[in-house]
């Protein structure tokens, strides 16, 4: 199995999100991780999709299925090493006097960001690739998470060009 990352360009339309995950259910496909959010546009919004494929065929298999539906502009696969792909955390980890340094310290290591302090805890903002962040909540673990709230992946092409740029669609 192989991570596949997907970026596809829809249409600002109610029930585009339950067509497409409903399109992955129906074929037995799990999706990792996903984030929609608005582009530039108002009239359309982007949606990052990472999923487990077997290989290539059902990727493509996966991009024919969501190139029929009426709502989708534009599908371009995130190749490893050609996009930039990040995720954000938001942890809450518990803390007293003796630990919150440590913490801190922990946080200002992995280039976080404290959001919250509070008597008995801290939230940390952390951004950066899967590994980053895996790696950081292991360090912070043995003190504790409290709560936890992990976004999905999002990822742009690096270079010039843009998903919207007027060329054949995948």
């Known amino acids: 199995m192989t991570i596949t990352t997907l970026s596809v360009l829809v249409q600002n339309n109610p029930g585009v999100l339950a067509r497409i995950a409903g399109l992955f259910a129906r074929r037995g496909f799990n999706i990792e991780s996903l984030s929609v959010g608005p582009t530039e546009r108002e009239d359309t919004s982007r949606m990052t999709i990472v999923a487990d494929t077997p290989d290539e065929a059902t990727v493509e298999q996966i991009?024919?299925?969501?190139?029929?539906?009426?709502?989708?502009?534009?599908?371009?696969?995130?190749?490893?090493?050609?996009?930039?792909?990040?995720?954000?955390?938001?942890?809450?980890?518990?803390?007293?006097?003796?630990?919150?340094?440590?913490?801190?310290?922990?946080?200002?290591?992995?280039?976080?960001?404290?959001?919250?302090?509070?008597?008995?805890?801290?939230?940390?903002?952390?951004?950066?690739k899967y590994g980053k962040i895996q790696a950081f909540l292991e360090m912070v673990a043995p003190y504790g998470i409290t709560e936890l709230v992990q976004s999905g992946s999002v990822a742009l092409a690096r270079g010039s060009k843009s998903i919207t740029d007027k060329q054949k669609a995948s």
């Open 63 to 128: 991009t024919k299925q969501l190139n029929k539906l009426v709502e989708v502009i534009k599908i371009i696969e995130m190749e490893k090493g050609l996009a930039v792909r990040r995720e954000l955390i938001l942890v809450k980890i518990k803390t007293d006097a003796s630990t919150r340094g440590d913490v801190l310290s922990l946080a200002d290591t992995f280039r976080g960001k404290v959001v919250d302090v509070a008597a008995e805890s801290v939230i940390v903002e952390v951004t950066g």
